[in-house]
């Protein structure tokens, strides 16, 4: 009885090696095939190959140094962690298959930069498109529109410092996929990005033809060291107290948001300033209504807006009771009343000359008058829909609508319309 216990000891610890060598050997291999390829862009070097039998590879000491623009990239630990190793080897199975794999984590420990590097230059210096996603980065600091690494460095900032992670849950029975992104970058702060997919197709090539419907989006910035050290060297910068510089930046993100037409109701800006006096934690979440089509949201009303992302806005763990915002003019004066209710969109942008698209609402009764006309349709439950009218026969409106690379033809019952408009 020993020996066969002994026995089957030893072949257990040998089966253990055998998969640890592989596993050491599969990485290996990726790696050095990797390199090949990136050697005339980039030279990819690393100290060792780690592996676990709790489905966990991984590499340590990598280093990336791109020739090209004289800079290199450090990351103390490299790995991609699974629930166990079965599902490492379901991953390996399903990308051999051309299929999403079902799970998956990549950790990034100790990605190092230096603050005064070519490639954080060109991150930095260079500044994006305005728009309502950089509204934040925007900051009233003299001559400065925004922080570069010259103000980095006056701040602080020589080598920044992040872990980050990112993860995904595919469930293929139910074609839901979960997105998760955490940074953590030292002495600056920790952002959080969660997508959540309805609709998701198991292969790549099926994406264009049956694209997968964003049921949540959840953006969180936590322990904001950057903004309290940005409003301190603002502050100075203008000559300003903390208190009168805590104005100058909401006065400042407003003017910002209203050059993208967007206006803030008080509540808002009163809660945005509240998370500069104490940037612990603010949390965006959106609910997008199903068929909601993100490049159209300009031409409805705020309140249909609001109705079809369906957010919910923390400051400090505390939520914000008023969500709500008008459309206005960038050109008018910000001391001119603006009412919650939506400026028309067929006002024109003198700033650039250009006129904006004129819509108009259409009664649901007179629909057989459009037909041939690309009209937008939000139905009683948030939906959202544009397309072309063909004709309304039998109680439904049919029309073809843009999927992926080309069109698909849907009807609409009449009686679960809300609101149609029309380009004129």
Excluded at 104 to 117: N, Q, W
Excluded at 194 to 216: A, F, K, R, Y
Aim: net charge negative.
């Amino acid at each position: 009885m020993s020996k066969i216990l002994k026995w089957g000891l030893l072949a257990v610890l040998a089966v253990g090696l055998i998969i640890k060598l592989s596993l050491w050997w599969s990485v290996r291999s990726i790696m050095d095939d990797a390199i090949s390829k990136l050697s005339p862009v980039m030279d990819v070097t690393y100290g060792g190959i780690t592996s676990s039998f709790d489905g966990r590879v991984g590499l340590e000491n990598l280093q990336i140094r791109i020739p090209a623009i004289g800079d290199s990239l450090g990351v103390q630990r490299a790995e991609l962690k699974f629930k166990g190793l079965g599902e490492l080897l379901s991953f390996k199975e399903r990308l051999a298959e051309g299929k999403f794999p079902e799970q998956m984590a990549l950790s990034l420990k100790g990605i190092a930069l230096e603050v005064h590097g070519p490639f954080m230059q060109q991150l930095y210096n260079t500044p994006p498109e305005r728009s309502l996603f950089t509204a934040m980065s925007e900051v009233a600091c003299g001559t400065v529109r925004n922080i570069g690494t010259d103000e980095l460095l006056e701040m602080g900032y020589r080598t920044l410092e992040t872990d980050a992670e990112f993860s995904y849950l595919f469930q293929p029975g139910a074609q839901k996929l979960n997105l998760n992104l955490t940074s953590d970058t030292r002495d600056m702060g920790e952002v959080r990005l969660s997508l959540s997919l309805s609709n998701m197709p198991e292969t790549p090539g099926d994406l264009q033809v049956n694209p997968p419907h964003m049921s949540s989006v959840i953006f969180e910035l936590n322990d904001n060291q950057y903004q309290r050290k940005i409003q301190q060297f603002c502050a100075g910068k203008l000559g300003q107290s903390p208190e009168e510089y805590l104005k100058t930046a909401v006065r400042k993100f407003d003017t910002v948001l209203r050059s993208q037409k967007i206006a803030l109701a008080q509540p808002m800006l009163d809660a945005y300033g509240r998370y500069l006096k104490d940037p612990q934690s603010l949390r965006v979440e959106l609910m997008p209504s199903e068929g909601m089509a993100w490049d159209g949201l300009q031409f409805f009303e705020p309140k249909d807006v609001m109705s079809m992302l369906r957010p919910a806005v923390l400051v400090n763990q505390e939520l914000v009771q008023s969500v709500e915002f008008a459309w206005v003019d960038p050109m008018v004066a910000r001391n001119e009343p603006v009412g919650l209710e939506r400026v028309t969109a067929t006002q024109e942008n003198e700033e650039d000359g250009r006129a904006v698209q004129q819509y108009e609402f259409v009664n649901v009764a007179d629909l057989p008058g459009y037909a041939g006309k690309r009209l937008q349709f939000i139905t009683f439950d948030g939906a959202y829909y544009q397309g072309v009218l063909h004709k309304v026969e039998n109680g439904k409106a049919y029309l073809s609508v843009q999927f992926g690379s080309g069109t698909a033809e849907m009807f609409l019952r009449l009686e679960k319309i809300d609101k149609v408009r029309v380009r004129f």
